[in-house]
């Protein structure tokens, strides 16, 4: 009897918005516009098609390298969305939450941040999370701070290592979250680039040429089928 893989935790690397928009005669700004549009199709879509939680890479700890005002305006428009898709998060049941060290932005769009992970917290369809600021190693780093903490070097000589995993697995950004289960990457690039390293030990990974704006549920939905069909062992057999 065969039998096909859960999909609870699906993870997006949003890429492509810059090359839409320049192979159009466009500012890269246009091409993040039109990416929030398809932050919300496929959010809402995942909130009507049994994904528990989809978590998107929106601002990495590296897009700080950036022109000033590319930063800026990515800035603007996530406080815009915020603003915009709080009813499409009351209305469609989707949870909202951030990772990431939102301590570097400016205490506005912290409270944003903050309000909307509170209004929302009731959403039971889907939980939506929000990558601002955030690196895999940053997370894990800062996780491992607030795990040990209070060891002492003795505390640590003696510590199994079983046990080293699942202290810093609760001490992440991501705590009481399961593991990605499908990771994919949009806009041709073949890499991971500092996204939820730890989580994603034993996702399986999709990558397409399609830019971010272009993406759309129709291909979501065949990256799904073809993730289902796999047969994942994690290391066994
Ligand atoms: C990569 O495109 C994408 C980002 C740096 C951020 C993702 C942002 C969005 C999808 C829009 C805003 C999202 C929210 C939630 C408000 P790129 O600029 O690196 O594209 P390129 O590789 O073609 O230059």
């Known amino acids: ?8 935790h699906l993870a997006i690397i949003m890429d492509g918005n810059g090359r839409w928009a320049e192979n159009k ?18 959010t809402t879509w995942c909130a009507h098609n049994s994904i528990c939680y ?5 601002f990495s700890t590296e897009n700080w390298k950036r022109p000033k005002t590319e930063i800026e305006f990515l800035m603007q428009l996530l406080k815009k969305y915020l603003e915009n898709e709080r009813q499409t998060y009351l209305e469609n049941g989707i949870k909202f939450r951030a990772i990431g060290d939102i301590t570097m932005f400016n205490s506005p ?3 944003m941040i903050l309000k909307l992970e509170e209004d929302s917290s009731k959403g039971k369809n889907l939980t939506q999370i929000l990558a601002l ?6 997370e894990i780093a800062r996780a491992c ?17 079983t046990e080293v995993q699942r202290l810093i697995t609760n001490s992440l950004d991501t705590a009481g979250i399961p593991d990605v289960d499908l990771l994919i990457r949009t806009g041709g690039e073949m890499r991971i680039s500092n996204f939820l390293l730890w ?3 034993y996702a399986e990974l999709a990558f397409t040429p399609t830019f971010w704006p272009d993406f759309s549920t129709h291909e979501l939905e065949n990256i799904i089928l073809n993730f289902k069909n796999k047969l994942r062992r994690f290391g066994g057999l």
Request: proline share 2%; charged share 30%; aromatic share 6%.
């Open 54 to 58: 989809l978590t998107l890479y929106a």
């Open 199 to 201: 989580q994603s030990s």
């Open 145 to 161: 701070i607030k795990a040990f903490k209070s060891y002492s070097a003795k505390d640590l000589e003696n510590i199994d290592k």
């Open 1 to 8: 009897m065969s039998k096909t893989n859960t999909l609870s």
């Open 25 to 42: 005669g466009l500012p890269r700004r246009e091409g993040h516009k039109e990416g929030a549009k398809i932050v919300r199709q496929i």
């Open 133 to 138: 600021n955030y690196g895999g190693r940053d």
């Open 109 to 111: 769009l912290r409270d």
